[in-house]
């Protein structure tokens, strides 16, 4: 059964720093992730995803994500945090049964950025 | 262009008491979705809807009901509630194509149940 991973709950990085937050994946086949982005009494907000080509695919809000297929991995970065982007993060892994385009989540990390 | 809607926002609802969560959306979607979201379990399925006329469970359906009522909407009853049932309720919409269809999110539903 496909499913993703994120081994850390919480992030901590101050603000002008890169940060990573980490996802891991498990899947039959070609794999098809997601990060979205989740702000305090908000919906998800969809940021980017990874369905074949360029291992490195740019998202909103100048993050990115490196697909790195050996490693099965997914990790979302961003050159220089932002205390605005405080906030829960998903990966996701697309579900290849069935119809409509269901997605699993992982539990999510916090990510906390200070001054 | 309002994306998903939902209603109510917060709902408190008693043990044993019924109610139905309201989704909208205004992109013309195929597929809709219910989730739950519990603190440390991320997003779980609930009941999907891959095209107008289908629905299927997903991971947790026990305990609730869905109706897709026309293209725009999909809702979600809970016949008796139980204290288990308090959660935050999310739908979501995609498009149904031959590739992946992105997943677009209504603000959520707070539901207590005591």
């Known amino acids: 059964a496909q499913s993703v991973a994120q081994p850390e709950d919480q992030v901590n990085v101050a603000e002008g720093n890169p940060l990573t937050v980490k996802c891991t994946y498990s899947?039959?086949?070609?794999?098809?992730l997601f990060w979205y982005v989740q702000y305090p009494n908000r919906g998800l907000q969809f940021l980017l995803k990874y369905i074949t080509g360029d291992n490195l695919v740019k998202g909103s809000y100048g993050f990115e994500a490196e697909f790195n297929k050996s490693q099965t991995s997914f990790h979302l970065k961003k050159p220089s945090a932002l205390v605005s982007d405080s906030a829960l993060y998903f990966c996701a892994v697309r579900v290849n049964t069935g119809g409509g385009n269901k997605l699993t989540f992982g539990t999510g990390t916090q990510l906390k950025v200070e001054l | 262009n309002a994306g998903v809607t939902q209603t109510p926002k917060f709902q408190v609802l008693k043990t044993g008491q019924s109610m139905t969560l309201q989704c909208a959306q205004d992109?013309?979607?195929?597929?809709m979705y219910w989730y739950r979201q519990d603190p440390g379990m991320g997003l779980r399925l609930i009941y999907y809807?891959?095209?107008?006329?289908?629905?299927d469970k997903g991971e947790v359906p026990n305990g609730y009901n869905v109706s897709r009522l026309n293209k725009r909407e999909f809702s979600l009853r809970l016949e008796s509630a139980a204290p288990s049932q308090t959660s935050v309720y999310f739908c979501?919409?995609?498009?149904?194509?031959?590739?992946?269809?992105?997943?677009?999110f209504g603000p959520g539903t707070r539901l207590t149940v005591l």
């Open positions: 979501a919409s995609s498009e149904r194509v031959a590739g992946v269809g992105t997943q677009y």
């Open positions: 809807s891959a095209s107008e006329g289908t629905t």
């Open positions: 899947v039959s086949g070609n794999p098809y």
């Open positions: 992109m013309n979607h195929n597929s």
